[in-house]
């Protein structure tokens, strides 16, 4: 411990009680400006020109970020179970509210089934529909493309 901190732990009658007041005074897990600024993030993260899969992993980061930020405790297994679920529809919601106005349509049929898929089997949904595009209209996706330039000019590759 860096003296500028030791000095006011030092009087402390424990090696338990010191633990505890670093941990008051120093843990990020339950800083809530911390949380409020991933989710800040979160609210705000939207495909643009983004591939659906660097558009979702964006957001997998960002929830990643926040559980370890928001440390929830249940009190038996069935509450974990359901407060699981909860959270994997509302990232399902958060994933689809920021996709890009092309595929409305796809997200229509999602939220349209009795049971709203889990995150991972929506994203797969909505990448097939993104290579579905790129290949029917000709459109590259940016995961199946690259840019080459050759003698000045510039050409895609798939």
């Known amino acids: 411990m860096v003296p500028e901190i030791s000095d006011t732990y030092m009087f402390l009658k424990s090696a338990k009680e010191i633990w505890e007041a670093v941990e008051q005074t120093y843990l990020k897990a339950k800083d809530a400006l911390q949380i409020y600024d991933v989710k800040v993030k979160i609210v705000a993260a939207k495909q643009e020109n983004k591939s659906v899969t660097k558009y979702a992993n964006q957001l997998k980061s960002l929830w990643m970020e926040l559980d370890h930020y928001r440390v929830i405790k249940a009190k038996c297994a069935e509450d974990s179970t359901i407060l699981k679920e909860y959270t994997e529809q509302d990232r399902v919601y958060d994933f689809l509210v920021g996709l890009n106005p092309e595929f409305d349509q ?27 595009r790129g290949l029917m209209l000709g459109t590259p996706t940016t995961e199946s493309s690259a840019m080459m330039i050759e003698g000045g000019s510039s050409m895609i590759a798939n």
């Open 106 to 132: 796809v997200r229509i049929q999602i939220l349209g089934k009795e049971k709203v898929p889990g995150l991972n089997e929506v994203v797969a949904i909505i990448r097939s529909e993104e290579s579905r």
